[in-house]
């Protein structure tokens, strides 16, 4: 497949860049600083702004699939909504219907009072992940939201967990959510669905 990957330097974008050229896809990256990913034969790097759907569009011509693992600080921010925003808006140009993003476990209704307790001091991230997820659950699109719950670092298993209609508890690895991802868009799977990824 020919997969284009948005947040690649990012520490899950590291992850799911390297096992989807493990894999044998093709792989295109927006990156905002060149260099940061080692060169390989299947990844196109380019230079942009995923928040320009123009640029987006001409990049992401040809491709079989969007793949969002693009995240924020804790300040205040429409970096995520802007790019879901422009992310749909180039799909829709170019006919590219496969878009996977990952959002936060924070935002499943039942997530107990300590869950509570940490979104508040997410609430900022948080708002602007909800606004991605609503930008990308568009009805021409076949969309997925992978909400993790807390990432650690550490080596790919390839066993986790799919929850999807209750929070995933506990934790998962980067290199794990990003097997999960390639998962999910190899195998044509949760078409239209908010689910939640642990192990």
Same mark, same amino acid.
Request: proline share 4%.
């Given at each position: 497949?020919?997969?284009?990957?948005?947040?690649?330097?990012?520490?899950?974008g590291v992850q799911l860049t390297a096992q989807?050229?493990?894999?044998?896809?093709?792989?295109?990256?927006?990156?905002?600083?060149?260099?940061?990913?080692?060169? =390989?034969?299947?990844? =196109?790097? /380019?230079?942009?702004?995923?928040?320009?759907?123009?640029?987006?569009?001409?990049?992401?011509?040809?491709?079989?699939? /969007?793949?969002?693992?693009?995240?924020?600080?804790?300040?205040?921010?429409?970096?995520?909504?802007?790019?879901?925003?422009?992310?749909?808006?180039?799909?829709?140009?170019?006919?590219?219907?496969?878009?996977?993003?990952?959002?936060?476990?924070?935002?499943?209704?039942?997530?107990?009072?300590?869950?509570?307790?940490?979104?508040?001091?997410?609430? =900022?991230?948080?708002?602007?992940?909800?606004?991605?997820?609503?930008?990308?659950? =568009?009805?021409?699109?076949?969309?997925?939201? /992978?909400?993790?719950?807390?990432?650690?670092?550490?080596?790919?298993?390839?066993?986790? *967990?799919?929850?999807?209609?209750?929070?995933?508890?506990?934790?998962?690895?980067?290199?794990?959510?990003?097997?999960?991802?390639?998962?999910?868009?190899?195998?044509?799977?949760?078409?239209?669905?908010?689910?939640?990824?642990? *192990?």
């Amino acid at each position: 497949m020919r997969m284009l990957i948005l947040g690649a330097t990012g520490g899950t974008g590291v992850q799911l860049t390297a096992q989807a050229l493990a894999r044998g896809h093709r792989v295109t990256v927006l990156v905002r600083t060149a260099g940061k990913l080692p060169a =390989h034969a299947r990844c =196109h790097e /380019v230079l942009g702004d995923p928040r320009d759907a123009a640029q987006l569009a001409a990049i992401m011509a040809g491709h079989d699939a /969007v793949l969002s693992t693009l995240g924020t600080a804790r300040e205040p921010t429409t970096l995520l909504g802007d790019c879901a925003r422009s992310t749909v808006d180039a799909m829709l140009r170019t006919g590219v219907r496969r878009i996977v993003l990952v959002s936060s476990a924070l935002l499943f209704r039942d997530i107990g009072l300590i869950g509570r307790v940490v979104r508040l001091f997410f609430r =900022h991230n948080l708002a602007d992940s909800l606004v991605m997820e609503g930008e990308a659950a =568009h009805g021409a699109l076949d969309w997925t939201v /992978v909400r993790p719950p807390r990432l650690l670092d550490g080596a790919a298993t390839g066993i986790y *967990r799919i929850s999807q209609k209750a929070p995933p508890a506990g934790s998962i690895t980067r290199a794990d959510l990003a097997t999960s991802i390639l998962d999910i868009v190899e195998r044509s799977q949760h078409f239209g669905e908010v689910i939640g990824v642990s *192990r």
